[in-house]
């Protein structure tokens, strides 16, 4: 069976079914990397977040994948003014998620190829992914697209 899907920007029927992608996201990077240990915020404060997020959409892209009326998928890109650097404007991923169920279908790389026709529209010629050094699934998927290191970040609990 063929599934048919839109990719689109985020609304507000969507938020719901976002927040639920976004939390198995931190439950998978705290399976990655301990230091990622997910945090129980309340559901309102994660929603107005995105509702934020969605108003701001000069510093972000938020697109989601429809089938049936369902999202099942998202792509999250914050937008940073990159002063000392050419190009001026990087597009970074933040968040990536497809539901499990809907992986192995050119899902994701539908969602990436859409983040990359607005940014084009947007003029921004630069985009990175953030997500835990140990995630080598991630690791392997944007190396596929021809991502590549950029910045590396440490870091580690005080006593």
Same mark, same amino acid.
């Given at each position: ?6 990719? $689109? +920007?985020? $609304? ?13 996201? +931190? ?42 009326? %369902?999202?099942?998928?998202?792509? +999250? ?8 650097? *050419?190009?001026?404007?990087?597009? %970074? ?11 192995? +279908? ?10 990359? $026709?607005?940014?084009?529209? $947007? ?10 050094? *140990?995630?080598?699934?991630? *690791? ?20």
């Amino acid at each position: 069976m063929s599934e048919d899907f839109e990719v $689109r +920007k985020m $609304r507000e029927g969507d938020v719901a079914q976002v927040i639920d992608m976004i939390r198995r996201l +931190k439950l998978l990077n705290q399976e990655f990397d301990p230091t990622f240990q997910v945090a129980e915020p309340p559901v309102e404060e994660v929603s107005d977040s995105l509702h934020e997020a969605m108003k701001q959409e000069k510093q972000h892209i938020l697109l989601v994948a429809d089938t049936g009326g %369902r999202a099942v998928g998202i792509v +999250k890109a914050d937008i940073h003014d990159r002063i000392h650097y *050419l190009p001026r404007q990087e597009a %970074r991923i933040t968040e990536f998620y497809v539901m499990p169920e809907f992986r192995r +279908k050119n899902l994701g790389r539908k969602l990436i190829s859409e983040l990359y $026709r607005e940014l084009r529209k $947007r003029e921004i010629t630069m985009v990175s992914a953030e997500f835990p050094s *140990l995630n080598l699934i991630a *690791l392997g998927f944007y190396k596929g697209l021809g991502y590549r290191d950029l910045v590396s970040v440490y870091g580690r609990h005080l006593d």
